[in-house]
């Protein structure tokens, strides 16, 4: 993706099964859990780098001991940071007590960090400010053990407002309206209650309070806990949380809008959002490895029991394709082939744009995303061009000569290194005129690689969002080798409805393909259709988000989508460039061929998987049309 958007964020569980001493005889250390959360995090480093954080907990400790840590951190390298704060703190430890070099016991009752219970967050910010409050895990503190809850999670929920006043309704007096605050304190709310009536219980049983604490504990009902707390949650979430005496928890939204994957053994259990994450830290193989169900919870109790469970009755399921096109690592099994396929089934609507015309065209990729789609064009480029020399050299008969057929069987596609992305430069000069500038450095060239005036430059990108560096970079310096055609072929399909549920995308103004369907409304005398669809959706504000419809789509719903890439081509082509433009995207259809389970499509289509989010587009458009600036949720 040339354009640089807010990703999605990352969650890690890992709960060791085994006591330290288990690790530290087996493996060589009894910080094995810390360890393996550095690789769980840093291997998810892709889904955030605006802050990252730590929590963990050591289970069965005396009272007055320290059985808590978390750290966060907002700083430009956040997973660095964080675990370089705790190497220095166990090092100076271990120096000042070189007693607990090889004593187990003595690590885990002095030094932090050091349990059996760890949760991992990477954050990327989709509102608001990047302080240090605004990075997860959150804690909700309390002297009873088992009240304290640990939440963080991957998630955005498209009704926050409704979240706050349900905690006002239940006598609260939340901090602030957010998502990550809301959540928390409504689970840590059932939470409580769970505690006091299982209190009454022991109570009634004769327990003393000393007694009730620890039964508290192993009664604890987490699966009721969630179901009370999520009946209303609209928007997409992998959440996690751990409670003070060592249950543990994440939840998937019914939809599986987000993703969450396991594993288990009898050594640990660990949940990542990403399946390759878990593979690569543990060595294991992909089959090994769950997808946590939508609407379920993976629950791990102090015991060590886990069990999944379903805690909301899953709907139709709308997994994120845009996991599948570009958030997600690409390392994993099925995405790496998912990518392929991206690539090889748009290669007819590509060979069109050069009348199929391959020894006049060089093929590349705009780094570094788009690699693996670029080997699923070439490989569907070879597919056709096998064809072609089949039909040639049956055209030959039998008289045909050896150097006529080895000319054609050598024929290939020309594949070139075109754009080189100059990681280390950045566009930190604020006046518009010398940022321009810069942007327009940010990709290099390979010079000599096309033949000026002759050949046809087809680069494939992974999406193209607001087509920002398209315009101010990449077609300028893609012009410099004077190509006689540039098509720019976009992997995904136009985006064209904003995002609510984790990722941030969400304002109409930000999309090209809106922008072009405006235009065009406006140079063919339409504008009455942009107003007409501003009075439909400030009629629907005040409804229940159940019954609100996503009128946004008539603001497409006159064009074809040639019409509008026709469009999006014309407004990113600088008036500077000589070469014709084309941008060609991907259809749906195809979209839906190449990654079959992954069906949610809403950035496209707009059809959304949960009633929230119709009414944020509609929220959005409004805020478009009066030029507010801000979130539509």
């Known amino acids: 993706m040339s354009d640089a958007i807010q990703h999605e964020c990352g969650i890690a569980l890992l709960r060791l099964k085994k006591p330290l001493e288990f690790y530290k005889e087996k493996y060589g250390t009894a910080f094995y859990g ?93 509102f608001g400010k990047n302080s240090i409050e605004s990075v997860h895990p ?49 689970i840590g709310h059932f939470l409580d209650d769970e505690v006091t009536e299982l209190y009454k219980q022991c109570k009634q049983e004769g327990y003393s309070k000393q007694e ?59 949940v990542a959002s990403e399946r390759p994450v878990i593979q690569t830290a543990f060595n294991l193989t992909s089959d090994q490895i769950h997808e946590l169900q939508p609407g379920h919870a993976l629950i791990v109790k102090k015991s060590g029991e886990v069990k999944e469970e379903m805690i909301n009755t899953p709907r139709e399921i709308k997994k994120c394709s ?39 065209s060089v093929f590349s990729f705009i780094p570094n995303t788009a690699e693996v789609s670029f080997y699923g064009l070439i490989k569907g480029l070879e597919e056709n061009l096998n064809q072609q020399k089949i039909a040639q050299i049956q055209a030959l008969g039998n008289d045909a000569y050896a150097e006529q057929i080895s000319e054609i069987i050598n024929r ?66 893609l012009d410099r080798l004077a190509p006689k055609k540039i098509v720019v072929v976009s992997s995904a399909p136009q985006i064209r409805y904003p995002d609510c549920y984790g990722i941030d995308m969400a304002k109409m103004g930000d999309f090209i393909a809106f922008e072009a369907a405006i235009q065009l409304l406006r140079d063919r005398k339409m504008d009455s259709v942009i107003k007409e669809v ?28 040639e019409e509008i890439s026709a469009k999006i081509a014309e407004l990113l082509t600088p008036s500077t460039i000589n070469a014709e433009v084309e941008i060609v995207f991907q259809t749906v259809e195809n979209l839906h061929v190449a990654c079959p389970n992954h069906l949610g499509d809403w950035y496209f289509t707009g059809d959304y998987p949960t009633p929230g989010g119709n009414k944020v587009v509609n929220k959005a458009f409004i805020n478009w049309v009066e030029k507010r600036n801000e979130r539509a949720y």
């Open 34 to 126: 810390v360890q393996k959360m550095y690789l769980l995090m840093e291997k998810q480093h892709n889904r955030g780098q605006d802050g990252a954080g730590l929590a963990s907990i050591k289970l069965d400790v005396n009272p007055g001991e320290r059985y808590i840590s978390r750290i966060r951190s907002n700083d430009p390298q956040p997973i660095k940071d964080i675990f370089a704060q705790i190497n220095d703190r166990i090092s100076r430890e271990l120096e000042d007590h070189p007693e607990y070099q090889n004593n187990v016991a003595l690590q885990k009752q002095n030094i932090p960090y050091l349990g059996e219970l760890f949760l991992g967050h990477v954050r990327y910010g989709t």
């Open 534 to 561: 501003y009075e439909k959706c400030l009629e629907q504000v005040n409804l229940p988000k159940e019954q609100v419809r996503n009128f946004v789509k008539e603001i497409y719903a006159p064009f074809s989508n």
């Open 322 to 360: 845009f996991e599948r096109i570009y958030f997600s690592r690409g390392s994993d099994t099925d995405i790496y082939k998912e990518r392929k396929a991206l690539g090889r089934l748009i290669v007819d609507q590509v060979l069109k744009t050069v009348d199929y015309d391959f020894d006049n």
């Open 412 to 477: 290939r596609a020309r594949i070139e290194k075109i754009a080189i992305k100059d990681a280390k430069l950045r566009t930190f000069i604020t006046q518009d005129d010398s940022r321009d500038d810069l942007v327009a450095h940010v990709y290099d060239i390979t010079y000599g690689s096309v033949r000026p005036g002759t050949d046809n430059l087809i680069v494939i990108d992974d999406s193209i969002v607001r087509g920002t560096t398209l315009k101010q970079s990449i077609l300028r310096i």
């Open 212 to 270: 009730a604490s620890p039964v508290i504990g192993e009664r604890l009902n987490i699966q009721r806990i969630l179901e009370r707390a999520s009946r209303n949650f609209d928007g997409g979430y992998a959440m996690a949380g751990l409670l003070g005496h060592g249950d543990s928890f994440v939840l998937r939204d019914p939809a599986g809008i987000r993703p969450a994957y396991f594993y288990e053994d009898d050594e640990i259990v660990v």
């Open 138 to 186: 959150f804690l909700r503190q309390n002297n009873w053990m088992h009240r304290n809850l640990i939440v963080a999670g991957n998630f955005n929920m498209t009704n926050v407002k409704e979240l706050f006043q349900n905690l006002i309704d239940l006598g609260q007096h939340p901090k602030q309206m957010a998502d990550t605050v809301t959540v928390m304190e409504k």
